[in-house]
């Protein structure tokens, strides 16, 4: 299993009138966390689609906990439960607040595709490179 987090400060502009994060901010929460986590291990988004490979999402979940509130430091937790095969990825997320209260939980499932054929492709080498070792045969 590979695991990661990033954070967040909940900026005004993520609140809606009752001074909750806007629940359709949650999706772009979960992509910072992708994309960091990513370029971390030296994945980087724009690279893969140079190569002809991109990565659309083919179903978010997501399920409200408790609110997220302006100005609070979210952790957005990252886990990669099951290695990634054929042409897919599932990211699943958890969401959690100063005090370690969990606010959210959520799932992403990715497609590999190519960008020329608009088909599925296969997981690119780079990732099982860099996210093998994380998961035992």
């Known amino acids: 299993m590979f695991e990661s987090e990033v954070q967040?400060?909940?900026?005004?502009?993520?609140?809606?009138?009752?001074g909750y994060v806007y629940y359709g901010n949650y999706a772009a929460y979960y992509e910072v966390a992708r994309t960091e986590v990513f370029r971390r291990l030296g994945i980087h988004?724009?690279?893969?689609?140079?190569?002809?490979t991109m990565?659309?999402?083919?179903?978010?979940?997501?399920?409200?906990?408790?609110?997220?509130?302006y100005d609070d430091l979210l952790t957005i937790k990252l886990l990669l439960k099951n290695k990634?095969?054929?042409?897919?990825?599932?990211?699943?997320?958890?969401?959690?607040?100063?005090?370690?209260?969990?606010?959210?939980?959520?799932?992403?499932?990715?497609?590999?595709?190519d960008m020329k054929s608009g088909r599925p492709t296969a997981v690119p080498d780079l990732i099982h490179q860099k996210l093998d070792a994380y998961f035992s045969e």
Do not use: H, W
Request: glycine share 4%.
């Open 55 to 69: 990565m659309p999402v083919l179903e978010l979940k997501c399920k409200y906990i408790r609110p997220a509130k």
């Open 8 to 18: 967040i400060r909940v900026r005004y502009a993520e609140t809606d009138q009752m």
């Open 84 to 113: 990634p095969t054929g042409s897919r990825i599932l990211f699943e997320y958890e969401v959690y607040n100063e005090s370690q209260t969990l606010l959210n939980v959520g799932e992403t499932t990715m497609v590999f595709v």
């Open 45 to 52: 988004y724009k690279e893969m689609e140079a190569t002809g």
